[in-house]
């Protein structure tokens, strides 16, 4: 073991990196395994899903909007003026089995008397060339997010689970026009989203259907090629912004067999705090997030995380 310290907290993002700036302001010494370069896993890089996000306008304290890199670079280096120590890798194997728990990196091995974690959740796309060559500049997984940046344009929304409705509902809020794409005749979202969303004047729906290409120029996002997956009939939609809703995936690897997980993947905490079943193990931001996955809302988990976690160390004479 290269080393052994109090708190050691998986994953950066908002949630990781304040769950360390209160865990080391209670000078507990935090650890973060913060992820690595891209190339080694693109859902766990450092500072999260807020790393491919160009603008953030709804974060408290930026009226003027932040990037998602420049915001999450404040964070780091808050975390880091308290002394937290940040290792730009990937934790690639745990222990939770026994304490101290044991967390492998790709190059150190820390045993740790407490692991909050914050390794997120990756929004899924529809794995176009065209998507990634417009990802934010009019490809966006977050209409909370980025729908303001549309307002008064017209804008699709691809998916037709629950998530797509909300999103296309919020989104008709402040577009002229949103266009749900879904590959199938019917929506498999919950009987009252649908409702909601089959009766909203501004939306309609482009059934049996799916995105074959994003087109756009050296601005952005102009609309899509759709296909129809019955007929094989192609048209184009005009659109200022394409919306991806068909999910998210909580990077959860790590910790199968040995967690609780909801049903829908995501990790499972005791209501109203950032509790796992692992006494000593605390999960805050997207990975036990499935409904709000906001920056703001990580950020108040990773706070939870830290206070808990301090809490239960006095409450167990622990360090």
């Known amino acids: 073991m290269s080393d052994t310290n109090k708190v050691t907290i998986i994953g950066s993002g908002p949630a990781g990196y304040t769950a360390a700036i209160y865990a080391a302001r209670a000078n507990l010494k ?14 766990r890089v450092p500072g999260g899903q807020l790393m491919i996000t160009n603008d953030v306008e ?3 304290g930026f009226p003027e909007s932040v990037t998602g890199p420049d915001l999450m670079e404040k964070f780091q280096k808050q975390a880091e003026r308290f002394g937290t120590k940040v290792h730009l890798e990937n934790a690639v194997k745990v222990d939770l089995s026994k304490r101290p728990f044991t967390i492998v990196g790709e190059s150190v091995t820390y045993q740790s008397e407490v692991v909050i974690i914050a390794t997120g959740a990756t929004a899924k796309y529809l794995g176009l060339p065209s998507e990634s060559q417009f990802k934010n500049r009019g490809v966006s997984a977050c209409a909370t997010c980025d729908g303001f940046l549309y307002r008064g344009k017209d804008v699709i929304v691809v998916g ?3 998530t797509a409705m909300e999103e296309a509902t919020h989104l008709g809020k402040m ?4 266009t749900v794409v879904h590959r199938r005749d019917t929506l498999r979202a919950s009987k009252i989203m649908q409702e909601r969303a089959l009766k909203h004047p501004k939306l309609k729906f482009v059934w049996n259907s799916a995105i074959e290409e994003i087109v756009g120029d050296d601005k952005g996002v102009t609309g899509a090629i759709v296909k129809n997956v019955m007929s094989g009939d192609k048209h184009k939609i005009d659109a200022a912004a394409v919306f991806v809703a068909i999910g998210h995936t909580p990077n959860t690897e790590l ?11 995501y990790l499972k905490t005791h209501p109203g ?20 996955r906001q920056a703001v809302t990580a950020a108040g988990t990773g706070c ?7 809490r239960w160390m006095i409450e167990n004479n622990i360090g």
Do not use: Q, W
């Open 255 to 265: 910790f199968k067999g040995v967690l609780d997980f909801h049903p829908n993947g």
């Open 175 to 178: 577009c002229s026009s949103v």
């Open 304 to 310: 939870m995380a830290a206070i808990e976690a301090e």
């Open 58 to 60: 709804n974060y408290p």
């Open 160 to 162: 037709g689970g629950d």
């Open 273 to 292: 705090s950032t509790r796992t079943n692992v006494e000593g193990v605390f999960a805050c931001g997207d990975v036990a997030d499935s409904v709000y």
């Open 30 to 43: 935090p650890v973060v395994f913060a992820g690595g370069p891209i190339e080694h896993d693109k859902n």
